[in-house]
């Protein structure tokens, strides 16, 4: 059974940085991309970043570029966001996923960004 546990969210200020992690558990993790999604109160979920398998290609969305980066651990298991230049928009529930995506979506991470 797929299992996605992310972490490493909190309250930061405006400016401020933060590294999520995602330790993903019942796949072959390195035969699969992954994909961080956040969703904001009122706002459908949106894609944020993604990395294939090897960790060698990545993409952003343009909302995110210059300011996050995306990286794994295959050896962990595990894939990391690291989010630098927080903005207030950046606020939201931040969760992991394999691609293609499981139906199975862990609790997420909250990262909120105020002064």
């Known amino acids: 059974q797929v299992q996605l546990v992310e972490s490493g969210g909190g309250l930061v200020q405006p400016g401020g940085s933060l590294r999520l992690s995602c330790v993903a558990s019942g796949f072959i993790f390195s035969a699969y991309g992954m994909t961080w999604y956040r969703q904001a109160p009122g706002k459908e979920r949106e894609l944020v970043a993604t990395i294939d398998s090897t960790g060698f290609r990545r993409n952003y969305a343009d909302s995110v570029k210059e300011r996050f980066r995306i990286f794994r651990d295959n050896r962990k298991s595990t894939v990391y966001l690291e989010m630098n230049s927080l903005k207030p928009e950046d606020a939201a529930v931040y969760y992991c996923?394999?691609?293609?995506?499981?139906?199975?979506w862990g609790q997420g991470t909250q990262v909120t960004v105020s002064s």
């Open positions: 996923n394999r691609h293609p995506a499981s139906a199975s």
